[in-house]
């Protein structure tokens, strides 16, 4: 009894030994890719600034102080204010998020079903509890092929405070006022406001909205925009160049 009792006190003691072994490279790989990022793609981590291995940054990303972002990707020149937390999106080139930002990922049923408590639902409750057996409602919405839960197009601008739920795309140019929930998708260059939200009007005329994103002008290469920066506060002359503007 008293061999068993070691022995099993031995193996408990290898598998924490395990767990912190992992715990503590995850840790050091994280620290590295930071590292990288920040020489390499020119990338900048404040204090307390979280990703894990499964998000990718595609360069001039900045994450700020106290925010999370997990299995994302965060196209160039995108940023991330204070205290957001996103995961499993696929965020654009040049789109701006504000503090507190929130991807909530999960759903309830809100009618036929009896209770909204997962246990009467999904093979995979949030607590150890369960009657069902087998999955009878969606609990999370993807958007595309099924790798994100979230898409943000490219030029997006999202204020603080806001709520997107899953299963929701954000169209090219769109801006997102404080405290709105997002529970629907936004078309391009639309901006929305409120609980629940709503279109007060778009950035540009339709001809312009289709010459934008024609011309995607977020796919040119620096040298690019740094040449037609000086016409970037004129939509007139930037939506004519369509594509006959060669990168």
Request: hydrophobic letters at 35%.
């Amino acid at each position: 009894m008293f061999v068993e009792t070691v022995n099993k006190h031995k193996v408990k003691l290898i598998e924490e030994d395990e767990k912190l072994l992992k715990y503590m490279f995850h840790l050091f790989y994280i620290e590295f890719m930071k590292m990288i990022y920040k020489y390499k793609k020119k990338c900048i981590f404040e204090e307390k600034s979280r990703f894990n291995t499964h998000t990718l940054f595609e360069g001039y990303n900045k994450l700020g102080y106290n925010s999370t972002i997990m299995h994302s990707f965060l196209g160039k020149g995108s940023y991330i204010a204070e205290n957001t937390f996103i995961k499993k999106t696929q965020i654009g080139r040049f789109t701006c998020i504000g503090p507190n930002v929130r991807t909530a990922i999960g759903r309830h049923p809100t009618k036929n079903f009896v209770s909204v408590h997962p246990a009467f639902f999904s093979m995979n409750p949030s607590v150890k509890l369960r009657f069902t057996n087998k999955q009878k409602y969606e609990e999370v919405k993807s958007v595309e092929d099924g790798k994100y839960f979230v898409k943000i197009g490219n030029d997006v601008w999202i204020g603080a405070n806001v709520t997107i739920f899953d299963g929701v795309t954000i169209g090219d140019g769109a801006i997102i006022g404080a405290g709105t929930i997002v529970n629907q998708d936004i078309p391009p260059y639309a901006i929305v406001v409120g609980t629940p939200m709503r279109i007060i009007r778009y950035r540009f005329e339709k001809d312009e909205i289709n010459k934008l994103l024609n011309l995607k002008w977020w796919k040119k290469d620096n040298n690019w925009l740094e040449m037609n920066c000086d016409n970037f506060d004129d939509i007139k002359i930037i939506s004519q160049l369509g594509e006959k503007v060669r990168c």
